[in-house]
Structure formats: structure tokens, C-alpha cells
């Protein structure tokens, strides 16, 4: 299986390059939405309605945490749906089903989605009817079932928002373990690596212990990271230079074998140094293919990661 360089997004069903959201204030749904925060929300659509052209929103439930800003990651339970002109609705998809909540990059949303969350409190419900000119608009999406000309109907409950910043508070430096890289301090961690032999198994230490709950498989994990080759020490990606908090399942093979080893068990809040060798990055055997040359990464490459723990869900 083909695994992505570190992370990948739970909501690949909301992304769109549709830019640009236009319009005045948003006009209210006209869909009822019944039951409270966290639990499947009921929704009515209107008999005989059609969708209107406007976008449409509403808090239903106002929450007291942090506001979501342009370019945060949201984590949110949804169910959403197509409205078509002739009145039918379908669903498309669904979160509570599952038990696990979806991630909203909001710099990579439809506009609508997008113009939904953003400034939304974390602990608030929000419904949203998002017409084809700010969802997939004449075209539609055959590959996630959306129609041409279809509107798009989301309740969205919105669990956490990460800042692009967001980082573990207070992390020390870690220069402990013999042989091993060393990590400095601070928001953004940078990593030193040893002119030693790397270790030829995964290897984890803890550079600070989070307060938070223990990670557990199939939890959907918001993590920032900067990875680093270990035989030129040459960092390859980091999430806080690109400017996006990332999110991935843990433990369902959606990154590489070394992260969902090493990522289970921890606790969030946690600072972590990985080491993983070949056979737990891009060297593994179960991948097709092996390396990643788009960021210099070879099948031999043993890869050290710096890795926040930012949420579990």
C-alpha cells in the first residue's frame, strides 16, 4: 500500500479548488435539524421544496470554545447531503456512523464548507444549505455522488479547531539518548542528527509527556511534524513550514508503518522523537512502490520525525 509522506486528510469526501465564496449575509436553511450536540442530528427537508440560490446558515447550537480561523484544521462530526432542484435529498455522508469525527482543512474546502466553519465556535452545531455556485457547481462530483447543479446540505458539529501554529507548550530539548538526535526546544522543534549508524529498529523517546488521554488505534489524530533524513540531516517536510496542521486515522495503515506503531499509547499533548528505519518508513515491504523521490526520500532512508500530539478523537 502506497502511504502518503506523513499524513493524510479524513475529509477527502469536502475537498474541492472551487475558490471564492461571494454573496451578502447568509439567508436561513430551510431544512429542520433536531437533536443536540454530539448525537445524530434528524433532518427534515421541506416537502415539495427546492433549494434556494443564496447561501444559507444557522447556529443551532452556540458554542463557548475557540473560533475557528481561516487556515485552521477543524475536527467536526457531520452528516451531510444533496438537495436537488426537483426536491429529493440524498445522504452522503456520515461521521456519527462510524464514531469518528471528520478533518476539515479549512484552506482546501469548497467555499461553502468553508464560509460554514470559519468563524464557528468549537462545542457549536451549524447547518448550512450550500448552493452548486459555492459547493461543485455545474459539474458536480461523480466520484463522491454529487450531481451537477446540486446543493449541498451540511450539520456540522464542530469538535476542536488547530492553528497552523499550534504546537505542545513548553517542550524541552531533548539531547539524551546516546546516539540519537538531538531535538531544541521550542515552538517549532529543530532536529540535529548524529554522524552515527542510525538504530535498525523503531525507536521512540518522549521529550515531553502530554496530559492528555492515551492515543488509541483508530483514533483521528491532529499532529504537527518535521521529518528529517538521517544520513544528510536534511529535513524533507515539516507541517509548521507549510503553514497546515495535518490529520490522519492512526493504526489503519494511512501513514507510515513507524507512525502507527509509534504514535499508539501516547498521550496528546506529548512531544515525541521517531526514528524509523527502512522497514517502517519507505523501505517496507508491503509497498508497491518504495521511496518517495518527490522530497528525496530513497527505499534505504532511515527517517527521524519530531511529532505534536496536538488531538485524538
Request: hydrophobic content about 45%; overall charge negative.
Amino acid at each position: 500500500m502506497r502511504r502518503s509522506l506523513a499524513v493524510v486528510s479524513a475529509s477527502v469526501l469536502l475537498v474541492s479548488s472551487l475558490a471564492g465564496c461571494g454573496g451578502d449575509g447568509p439567508a436561513d436553511p430551510e431544512v429542520e435539524v433536531s437533536g443536540g450536540f454530539g448525537a445524530v442530528p434528524a433532518v427534515e427537508f421541506p416537502k415539495g421544496g427546492a433549494p434556494g440560490e443564496a447561501f444559507a446558515l444557522e447556529t443551532v447550537v452556540e458554542g463557548d470554545g475557540k473560533v475557528v480561523a481561516d487556515g485552521d484544521l477543524v475536527v467536526a462530526d457531520y452528516v451531510g447531503y444533496t438537495w436537488a432542484q426537483g426536491g429529493t435529498s440524498k445522504l452522503i455522508g456520515n461521521s456519527f456512523q462510524g464514531g469518528t469525527p471528520a478533518a476539515f482543512p479549512s484552506w482546501n474546502l469548497v467555499p461553502g464548507l468553508k464560509r460554514a466553519l470559519v468563524g464557528a465556535k468549537a462545542g457549536s452545531r451549524v447547518v448550512a444549505v450550500i448552493p452548486p455556485k459555492d459547493g461543485y457547481g455545474d459539474k458536480g462530483s461523480d466520484r463522491l455522488g454529487i450531481a451537477a447543479d446540486d446543493a449541498l446540505v451540511y450539520v456540522l458539529d464542530v469538535r476542536a479547531t488547530f492553528p497552523k501554529g499550534a504546537s505542545v507548550e513548553d517542550a524541552p530539548a531533548f539531547a539524551e539518548g546516546a546516539g540519537l538526535p538531538e531535538v531544541a526546544a521550542g515552538d517549532v522543534p529543530g532536529i540535529k542528527v548524529p554522524k552515527a549508524a542510525p538504530p535498525k529498529k523503531l525507536t521512540v523517546e518522549t521529550v515531553k509527556t502530554g496530559p492528555g488521554p492515551e492515543v488509541k488505534g483508530g483514533d483521528l489524530l491532529a499532529i504537527q511534524y518535521v521529518g528529517a533524513l538521517w544520513r544528510d540531516g536534511k529535513v524533507f517536510s515539516s507541517s509548521w513550514t507549510d503553514g497546515k496542521v495535518y490529520a490522519a486515522v492512526i493504526g489503519q495503515q494511512q501513514v507510515i508503518k513507524g507512525w502507527d506503531e509509534a504514535l499508539v499509547g501516547k498521550k496528546v499533548g506529548s512531544r515525541l522523537l521517531v526514528v524509523a528505519p527502512p522497514d517502517m518508513a519507505y523501505g517496507a515491504k508491503d509497498m508497491a512502490v518504495k521511496g518517495l523521490p518527490k522530497y528525496g526520500i530513497k527505499e534505504s532512508d532511515t527517517l527521524v520525525y519530531v511529532i505534536d500530539v496536538l488531538g485524538a478523537f
